[in-house]
């Protein structure tokens, strides 16, 4: 389990961390989530003891990281897949991680064959892809059989095949009691896989809140009924919703879930032809929170916008009333 | 233990590790040989010494070889892995000075011996001389250390060379450029290679003596070591 309380780390004029707390619960996994600088990798480096915080303090089951005796059997971390001797085969890279541990190469092949790269455990590190360099990080944090897994962007680099590995891999640790936390960039890469989410942003915690919280804070329980019939509307009023007429048949709902509304609609002999509940993704709930978060915003609204790239967008985008 | 059993692990694993050692081994024999073949020495003359020429080129390759012991591990970002599994800093670079200098002792006696044995082939009339040798090995080591020690404090294995050969090689020449011999005297007995070498003269009046000469360089290598340690403990990873 992991402890972060308080955090403070100043590089120069720049704030990295900025009081930032939260616990890492076993049996779950954690999505650590924010813009590029929100301080993520900070936090990780504090906690392993990489780097000092002014202010604060990391715990590892209770203990600052630098007073652990064999620390890869409390937490196994991955936090730059491209640190590895490119001369130094992969099996050698973590039987030198065996031993600082007091662990055997038998330890060794065990983990080379949990990520998959026995074929390739004689091969040097240098000329391994980036999925292959991940998959040994990965080795090397479960090296320890550590309760507590700390992984920095995880599925960068990684082919699709890879990053369902990634998913299933970290699902399964948490399954197995262990608490797992997951930085990344992407709230999207962490939908399905986190339980819990901690959205940072200029070195703060944004929102600690499990994924379903999360979830219902953004959704807001709109509902969009098409319906030719006149009287939907005042129908569903009558029921209890408060109804905007978006025209064109469309009507949104709120106040009624898309069920009460189906079988009021029915019961009412309204013929209706679409009937959506308004879904908040992860991905909303992050805009949302980290909107004023955002470190490095394009300059103009409209280059943000992936519409814009298309050379068939490119002309509206740049009508005057959007130009700058 | 565990510790230097990791480093141990890695310093041998390294691809350039055993590369370097045979190198340093056949180009300070090499080096040797060609002293004490080519030169045609006046009576009198320092041989013990003169068969032991290879070291100064010797000491290039431990340097290389203990400069990149460290400084290819911040070169990779290997360093963070490191600091990760092994949390207290100062007993890291401990067991790398260990086992760095345990394989140049190694790999120095046998340099040191192969240099003997050529001397007394191709000069004859040559006493063998027990301090210089063992003395050279020695130096070999402190010099390994040092530059672990500076490779430490720099973390760039570029960085980490430079001033390394600075030391061994351009000192010495700026010492010939003072004028003062009183001076050039006093230097002789600070610096790291003229003090260090001082261990294999067995004739005329040096600078300073031979196992206060290597001391002055063990001087060397320790306040590098300590000083490595301090930033170590005190910088982030």
């Not at chain 1, 960039?185 to 939908?191: A, F, G, N």
């Not at chain 2, 203990?66 to 990760?84: I, K, N, Q």
Request: positive net charge; contains cysteine.
């Amino acid at each position: 389990m992991i402890t972060v309380n308080g955090l403070r780390k100043r590089f120069g004029a720049t704030t990295a961390l900025d009081g930032m707390t939260f616990t890492v619960q076993p049996g779950q996994v954690t999505g650590f989530v924010g813009p590029n600088g929100a301080g993520k990798s900070t936090t990780m480096r504090v906690v392993l003891g990489l780097d000092a915080a002014d202010a604060g303090e990391a715990l590892v089951d209770g203990h600052p990281y630098r007073a652990l005796c064999h620390p890869l059997r409390h937490v196994g971390s991955l936090l730059d897949a491209a640190a590895v001797s490119p001369g130094r085969t992969a099996r050698n890279h973590l039987l030198w991680l065996a031993h600082s541990q007091g662990l055997g190469p038998r330890r060794v092949d065990e983990v080379l064959d949990t990520v998959g790269l026995t074929s390739v455990a004689r091969r040097r590190a240098g000329g391994f892809s980036l999925g292959m360099r991940q998959r040994l990080g990965i080795a090397a944090a479960l090296l320890g059989d550590p309760p507590t897994l700390m992984l920095d962007e995880p599925f960068n680099g990684m082919d699709p095949e890879g990053i369902i590995w990634m998913r299933r891999l970290t699902r399964e640790l948490a399954a197995g009691g262990r608490a797992v936390l997951v930085s990344s960039h992407l709230m999207s890469q962490l939908q399905d896989i986190a339980d819990h989410v901690v959205v940072a942003g200029r070195g703060r915690v944004l929102a600690d809140a499990s994924v379903t919280q999360l979830l219902a804070a953004v959704s807001d329980g709109r509902v969009t009924v098409r319906s030719a019939a006149a009287r939907a509307a005042a129908v569903l009023a009558g029921g209890g919703g408060s109804v905007t007429v978006a025209g064109d048949g469309t009507l949104v709902v709120t106040g009624l879930p898309a069920e009460a509304i189906a079988a009021l609609l029915s019961r009412n002999g309204v013929p209706f032809s679409e009937l959506a509940a308004h879904r908040a993704t992860l991905e909303d709930a992050y805009l949302e929170l980290t909107r004023d978060a955002v470190e490095y915003r394009a300059a103009d609204p409209a280059a943000a916008d992936p519409a814009a790239a298309d050379p068939a967008a490119a002309a509206p985008a740049a009508t005057p009333g959007k130009a700058l | 233990m565990n510790t230097v059993r990791a480093e141990w692990t890695k310093l041998r694993t390294s691809l350039g590790t055993c590369a370097l050692l045979v190198a340093m081994v056949a180009g300070t024999v090499a080096v040797s040989a060609a002293a004490a073949g080519f030169s045609d020495p006046l009576p009198g003359a320092d041989l013990p010494r003169l068969s032991l020429t290879g070291v100064q080129l010797g000491q290039a390759v431990v340097a290389i070889l203990a400069v990149l012991a460290v400084g290819d591990e911040y070169a990779s970002g290997l360093a963070v892995v490191t600091f990760t599994a092994m949390p207290r800093r100062s007993r890291v670079l401990a067991a790398k000075a260990l086992v760095v200098a345990a394989a140049v002792a190694a790999a120095a006696a046998v340099a040191v011996a192969g240099s003997v044995a050529v001397g007394r082939f191709l000069l004859p009339e040559h006493a063998l001389a027990a301090r210089p040798a063992i003395g050279s090995v020695l130096y070999l080591v402190l010099i390994g250390l040092l530059s672990l020690g500076i490779a430490t404090g720099v973390r760039s294995p570029a960085a980490g060379m430079g001033v390394v050969l600075a030391l061994l090689y351009a000192l010495p020449i700026v010492n010939t450029a003072v004028a003062d011999p009183a001076w050039q005297r006093r230097l002789l007995r600070i610096e790291p290679v003229s003090a260090g070498l001082a261990v294999q003269i067995t004739g005329g009046a040096p600078a300073i003596g031979p196992w206060k000469g290597l001391g002055v360089l063990a001087l060397w290598a320790v306040g590098a070591l300590l000083a490595g340690a301090v930033l170590l403990e005190r910088r982030d990873a």
